[in-house]
Nanobody
């Protein structure tokens, strides 16, 4: 069994910063891409940023230049540094690893439980 556990959410004023972390644990053989999604009330879940095992990155246009995704492959951990936060960044942020191979060489899509980020104006 593999688990993704997020941390680092909270309440911050506009213009502030937060750093989210997501650690994958369990019987992991390999993890390819990892990413962050967010879902605001009444809206669909959207991709915020993603990173491959080779550290190629992809960002939503709305966060380019403000957010940075990174990962530590040795720790199976992905980070999201969020700077210059805006009220419209308020959402529940979810960690995703869509291509995790476990010790039985089975590949599955895993999600974290979500962490709330609230940006006040």
């Amino acid at each position: 069994q593999v688990q993704l556990v997020e941390s680092g959410g909270g309440l911050v004023q506009a213009g502030g910063s937060l750093r989210l972390s997501c650690a994958a644990s369990g019987s992991i053989f390999s993890i390819n891409a990892m990413g962050w999604y967010r879902q605001a009330p009444g809206k669909q879940r959207e991709l915020v940023a993603a990173i491959t095992s080779g550290s190629n990155t992809n960002y939503a246009d709305s966060v380019k230049g403000r957010f940075t995704i990174s990962r530590d492959n040795a720790k199976n951990t992905v980070y999201l540094q969020m700077n210059s936060l805006k009220p419209e960044d308020t959402a529940v942020y979810y960690c995703n690893a869509p291509d995790v191979m476990d010790s039985y060489f089975l590949t599955r899509d895993y999600w974290g439980q979500g962490t709330q980020v609230t940006v006040s104006s």
